[in-house]
């Protein structure tokens, strides 16, 4: 087994989440981050698949600097080596951004069997991000996957479809998206966390580290923008009681369901 490369995201834990009204973006600094829950699951696999089969696990991530801190999580976890994508130039990336600029990063470390994904990030939420990249880089594609075996250079991958799963099976390299919680990912061992802090090195790619023309990347590279932004509110309960003869009770009603459309 060659690389395994892990694309992990980065995302505000949910308590935590919030968007600037002004800018219409999300706010990721002065808030609690986490390793996407998908992603984590993507990295136990990885190691797991490791573990049988050899290989090298990558993490790859893309955001502001201070992802770095997390990646070291991973890494503490028993990931080999991480790279982190960031650079102005990256700000305000649509999903195809992303994943062209993810892709052009994944071309460039190469020497790879997998490239696994969580099956959707927590704050974008689109679920687009594995398929795009399976088409930019011309790979078979398996999504919601929860099982995975690897017999040489070929892969045997279990996938949840509605109301039930199929089983598929392909060569290498294959991107695949792995279902949230189908395994409980592995606690960051302290003397290796204590080693990443102190001493690990991330490499850091900024967009002249890649082959990708910059207009392909960041809001300059995406075909979407965010227009306006509406926060939802619950409908609190109006408790209203209505008095009166039946008939007039039922008029009543009949007012204040009109009043809601
Ligand atoms: C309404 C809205 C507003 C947004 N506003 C902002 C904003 O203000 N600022 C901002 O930075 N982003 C913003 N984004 C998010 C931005 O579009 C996403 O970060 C990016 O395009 C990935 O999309 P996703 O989160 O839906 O990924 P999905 O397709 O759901 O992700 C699937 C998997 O792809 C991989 N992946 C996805 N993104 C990355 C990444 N960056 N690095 C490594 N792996 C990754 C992970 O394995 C992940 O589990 C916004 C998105 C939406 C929908």
Known sequence: MR??????????????????????????SGVENQI????????????????????????????????????????????????????????????????????????????YDLVLCGEETSDGGTGQ???????LLDLPQMLFVSEVDVDGNNLKAKRTIKGGYEIVESGMPAILSI????????????????????????????????????????TSGSYTIVKRLTEYFTHQRQRISVEGTAEQQANKIMEILREYG
């Open 36 to 111: 996407n829950e998908a992603d984590k699951n993507a990295i136990e696999l990885s190691l797991k698949i490791k573990e049988k089969n050899g290989g090298r696990v990558v993490l790859l991530s893309m955001g502001p600097p201070f992802f770095e801190q997390y990646l070291k999580i991973g890494i503490a976890m028993g990931a080999d080596d991480a790279i982190l994508l960031s650079d102005r130039l990256f700000a305000g990336a649509d999903t195809f951004a992303t994943s062209a600029t993810l892709a052009a990063a994944i071309r460039k470390i190469g020497d």
């Open 179 to 218: 279902e949230l919680g189908i395994n409980q990912p592995r606690f960051p061992d302290f003397k290796r966390k204590r080693w990443a802090d102190k001493e690990f090195s991330l490499t850091i790619w900024s967009a002249s580290s890649l082959e990708i023309k910059p207009e392909l990347t960041g």
């Open 3 to 28: 690389n395994i490369i892990v694309c992990t995201k980065i995302v505000p834990k949910a308590e935590d989440m919030n968007f600037d009204p002004e800018t219409k973006t999300m706010k990721r």
């Open 129 to 135: 991000v594995p398929s795009q990249l399976a088409e």
